[in-house]
């Protein structure tokens, strides 16, 4: 999987707490790896590695062990947690040279077989073999990374068993080339009188790659920013240069970048050391010796004056206005992000600069109403070895580049001159704080992640870790320096002659030349071929189709057996109470590391149909128009300053029993510091009771970037859209799905942000609330430590006393409802929670094709089949 910068960039810690804030909480029961972590000493021997430091780093609850390997110079860092979902990733540093994409499509390859798993694909051969909580490959611009992660312990030795075969020693077949880079084929492989073409899974995946405008502004940004070296070619490859790769290239790129010289080996969780460093060694590195690499990213050599580029795209048909279709950044090179402290600084100043309303280019430019969002990689980018930091606009009208630079210049003075206000900054330090202590169940993979960049350019990643550190420091320097920020803006952007301005246009005939170009190349390459070259790519076609169709035999991959499984799963008490006499509250109490989770799920019985389309956009200006006192500025504030995200979004559930029957909902979610419980409880009582739906203005701004948002998204997630739109007709839910976040909720947003006037839509919302936002239907759950519990009872009581309740019972659209109980529990009085979902006894499926014309060169294809809901027999296993 080729990973790059583009759309919205994430904050350090942001990165390690990413995802929704109903993510399950991740649990903490004991110390043990921890403790047993530190009694390792420093010069240590172990299994052929020796132990170079021990640290603790108690705000991740966590101790790092870091060691290196004595024959080969591989480094390793153990990070031990009391997490039962433990992970391993090796990260090679790969610097390719030109766009061939050789680091892609050897990341593709290795994974078609090795030594000692010689059968093709081994990676998917193993997912019904073993219980992995993931499995992947990610090929970064300097850098490929082998994670996997799994709770079992001889899964664990499993995995790691076929994922060191494969990066070390693997097949690397000329057809698995073929076939996972490029190759020329004829149309029908059978008949050698039918043109030849491009083929190969990484060929196609990046042409896919490049249909997205926001991914070529991106790629654009970086090659132009950093033009010295390996930042200025497409790691995953432009697919105009994939057929100049010769599968001698691949061999030798392997030979030389993936060597425990020049590897990282990273694990993290409960097990035992000592065990994955002697697997690690017996397996893998023992069998090399030392090299020295040639793999280092040099400095980029700093401009003397900005420069300024412009491109072209493919237009967008999706767009809200055809006339504004324009993107322009500015961008500005940072130090080296090896540079922990002032990485650390610049991360939290961009955030300053352009998260949320009370940002400065937030209201620089979003609110300008020049254009419809951000541009692409907007913040703070830390995946190089030099960071940057890049803001503009997309949407705009070309006449309009210079206003924005002008507005960018502008507000960067402005900054300069005022600073920031204190609120803000304690708001963005609470977010930190909160962000330190809210972990999720994949904490592992959020981990190796973060620290992978840095540590690629040799970077301490245990000093990475100390965030705790770094914010006591970031306070003193505010506290002995308060102009400490508007320095760092001056130096870094008003004074920062590396500067670069690009624009992107939409060319109408963009794709039309791509086609043009490639089959240019293919005419290139077809010409230069002999007639024995035409016979062995005939002959070699049917090969590889042969190899294709052939049974595979997987019996040479670890399994595990029923043995190596636990045969109980750890059961998690809960409570359920009834608050104010009626509605039910799921009480976990979960050692939460401080933090409250509270979660409320409406459903959507009594909505009108022609009201329910609209709720996908209820639920994300819901949170961000203001409510009870507060201006949605205001609103914002509190929201950041007390809590770490509140979030609110249409939910579809399936039964797991019937295929026509199901859920319809809207989620609230949030969490805070434990301390902070009654201003989030008063928030959401706010927002529930008194919501604002009168700023018309900024509506108008939320919509557009919603807007563009979903339009950016379809050449990344079209095959997401089409499996949608091929299930419409299948069931009631995918029906519904289709309405909540389909092709036809894109389309609708389209209309929305094209109207004049959008007071009507405005007006709806009144209306929407009075089925969503009271008593009626209501369900919650709340995680806290046992000490807050008594707290969090008093607090979701207050709550739900607060809200509106209906006069008369309202009767639901779709009459046939069923009422289930949720197997979660019950309280003491035998109160229990209870869904009520809707069944359509009389739906009918029926087949449906469609095909919805898209701009660009790539198909996506979705085709579903009704089956058997989850608890049948039948479902798969």
């Excluded at 929704?20 to 021997?45: D, F, I, M, P």
């Excluded at 078609?112 to 010689?118: D, E």
């Excluded at 132009?224 to 030798?252: A, F, R």
């Excluded at 499926?845 to 198909?859: E, G, I, S």
């Amino acid at each position: 999987m080729w990973r790059y910068g583009g759309r919205r960039t994430l904050g350090a810690v942001q990165r390690l707490s990413s995802g929704s804030t109903h993510h399950k909480v991740w649990r903490w029961s004991s110390s043990k790896a921890c403790e047993r972590a530190l009694q390792y000493n420093v010069g240590e021997k172990i299994h052929g590695f020796t132990v170079e430091q021990v640290t603790s780093v108690p705000e991740l609850l966590l101790t790092a062990v870091k060691l290196s390997h004595d024959n080969t110079g591989a480094r390793y860092l153990h990070l031990a947690r009391e997490d039962t979902n433990n992970l391993f990733s090796v990260q090679f540093r790969t610097t390719p040279m030109d766009s061939t994409g050789v680091p892609h499509v050897l990341e593709h390859t290795v994974l078609c077989g090795s030594q000692k798993y010689p059968c093709r694909d081994p990676f998917f051969k193993m997912l019904n073999r073993s219980l992995s909580t993931f499995m992947n490959a990610f090929t970064a611009s300097d850098y490929t990374l082998y994670p996997f992660s799994t709770q079992n312990a001889k899964d664990f030795q499993n995995l790691l068993s076929v994922y060191l075969d494969a990066t070390f020693f693997p097949c690397l077949r000329e057809l698995d080339f073929w076939q996972e880079g490029w190759r020329l084929e004829h149309v029908n492989p059978s008949d050698p009188q039918t043109p030849l073409i491009f083929k190969g899974v990484v060929f196609n995946e990046m042409k896919g790659a490049f249909t997205d405008n926001e991914r070529i502004f991106s790629q654009n940004l970086q090659n132009k920013l950093l033009p010295d070296h390996t930042y200025s070619v497409i790691s995953g490859g432009d697919p105009l240069c994939i057929p100049e790769l010769t599968w001698e290239q691949l061999k030798q790129f392997h030979a030389t970048h993936y060597h425990p010289s020049n590897a990282r080996f990273f694990t993290y969780g409960n097990f035992e050391l000592q065990q994955h460093l002697k697997q690690i060694h017996e397996e893998a590195l023992s069998k090399f010796q030392k090299i020295e690499p040639s793999t280092v990213v040099p400095a980029q050599q700093p401009w003397d004056k900005p420069r300024e580029f412009q491109i072209t795209c493919g237009p967008d048909s999706l767009t809200t206005d055809a006339s504004k279709q324009t993107t322009v950044s500015v961008s500005f090179l940072l130090p080296d992000i090896t540079d922990i402290f002032e990485a650390f600084t610049l991360n939290l100043l961009s955030s300053l600069l352009i998260s949320g309303p009370n940002s400065p280019f937030y209201k620089a430019l979003i609110e300008s109403g020049i254009g419809t969002d951000f541009s692409p990689d907007v913040g703070y980018n830390g995946n190089t070895r030099e960071a940057y930091f890049s803001v503009g606009l997309q949407g705009i009208a070309e006449k309009d580049i210079q206003i924005v630079r002008d507005l960018v210049n502008k507000t960067i003075h402005e900054v300069v001159e005022k600073g920031f206000e204190n609120e803000q900054i304690e708001a963005l330090l609470h977010k930190i704080e909160i962000q330190m202590k809210h972990q999720t169940t994949n904490f592992g993979l959020a981990l190796t992640s973060y620290i992978a960049s840095c540590w690629n350019h040799d970077g301490d990643p245990v000093e990475l870790l100390q965030m705790g550190s770094q914010l006591a420091k970031f306070r003193q320097c505010l506290k002995e320096n308060p102009e400490f920020l508007q320095e760092k803006v001056k130096q870094y952007f008003k004074n920062n002659q590396h500067k670069l301005t690009l624009s992107m246009k939409p060319d109408d005939k963009y794709y039309e030349k791509q086609s043009e170009m490639e089959t240019e190349k293919l005419e290139q390459k077809v010409s230069s071929l002999s007639q024995n070259d035409k016979q062995q790519i005939y002959e070699k076609g049917l090969e590889l189709r042969d190899q294709q169709s052939k049974p595979q035999d997987a019996s040479c991959l670890p399994a595990l057996k029923v043995l190596d499984i636990e045969p109980t799963m750890p059961f998690t008490e809960v409570e359920v109470a009834l608050a104010a006499g009626e509605i039910p509250v799921q009480y976990c109490a979960q050692p939460t590391n401080g933090v409250v989770y509270f979660r409320a799920f409406s459903n959507l019985n009594t909505l009108s149909e022609e009201l329910k389309p609209y709720v996908p956009l209820f639920c994300t200006v819901l949170t961000k128009l203001g409510c009870g006192n507060l201006n949605y500025r205001e609103q914002a504030q509190q929201i950041e300053l007390k809590t770490g995200g509140m979030t609110v979004s249409p939910q579809v559930l399936p039964d797991e029993s019937h295929l026509d029957t199901y859920e319809q909902g809207v989620l609230f979610s949030s969490l805070c510091l434990d301390r902070n419980l009654p201003d989030m409880m008063h928030l959401w009582t706010e927002i529930f009771n008194h919501p604002s739906f009168e700023e018309e203005e900024h509506f108008k701004v939320l919509v557009k970037m919603t807007a563009q948002e979903l339009s950016n998204g379809i050449p990344d997630s079209g095959h997401v859209y089409a499996s949608l739109r091929a299930s419409k007709t299948l069931t009631p839910v995918g029906d519904l799905q289709e309405t909540f976040s389909g092709m036809d909720q894109v389309r609708l947003m389209k209309r929305i942000a094209e109207m004049t006037d959008i007071t009507p839509v405005l007006k709806m919302f009144p209306r929407v609330k009075k089925h969503l936002l009271k008593c009626d239907n209501l369900r919650c759950s709340v995680n806290a430590t046992p000490h807050q519990m008594s707290q969090a009872e008093k607090e979701v009581e207050n709550f739900i006393r607060s809200l509106p309740r209906s006069k008369k019972e309202r009767k639901p659209v779709r009459p046939h409802v069923i009422e289930k109980p949720v197997p979660s529990g019950s309280g003491a009085d035998g109160s229990q929670m209870i869904r009520k979902l809707i069944t359509e006894p009389t739906f009918k499926p029926w087949q449906m094709k469609t095909h919805l014309l898209m701009p660009f060169p790539v198909n996506y294809i979705g085709e579903c089949v009704r089956t058997v809901p989850y608890a049948h027999p039948d479902h798969a296993r």
